[in-house]
Nanobody, 115 residues
Framework: QVQLVESGGGLVQPGGSLRLSCAAS????????MGWYRQAPGKQRELVAT???????NYADSVKGRFTISRDNAKNTVYLQMNNLKPADTAVYYC?????????WGQGTQVTVSS
């Protein structure tokens, strides 16, 4: 069974930065499309960014130019560098692994942007 473990969340002031990490195990990591999603209180889970096994990335309009997704296939890890954070970025961030129609999720990590 796929195992995804997120880390790096926390409390940050507006304009600050955080880097999320997601370590994957029990998968052939290099063939998966990896992604980050988030869910704010009272809202549906939404896409933040994805990166394919070839390194092609995709971003939600709300984070373009501020967030960067990357992956290290040697370490089975995907990252989300978040800069210029805004209060609207406050949410639980979830790591996702997708291949051939199957999705696996991490337990989530809280990101709170507040002064």
């Amino acid at each position: 069974q796929v195992q995804l473990v997120e880390s790096g969340g926390g409390l940050v002031q507006p304009g600050g930065s955080l880097r999320l990490s997601c370590a994957a195990s029990r998968i052939v990591f290099r063939i998966y499309t990896m992604g980050w999603y988030r869910q704010a209180p009272g809202k549906q889970r939404e896409l933040v960014a994805t990166i394919t096994y070839t390194g092609t990335s995709n971003y939600a309009d709300s984070v373009k130019g501020r967030f960067t997704i990357s992956r290290d296939n040697a370490k089975n890890t995907v990252y989300l560098q978040m800069n210029n954070l805004k209060p609207a970025d406050t949410a639980v961030y979830y790591c996702n692994a997708h291949v051939a129609g199957f999705d696996s999720w991490g337990q989530g990590t809280q990101v709170t942007v507040s002064s």
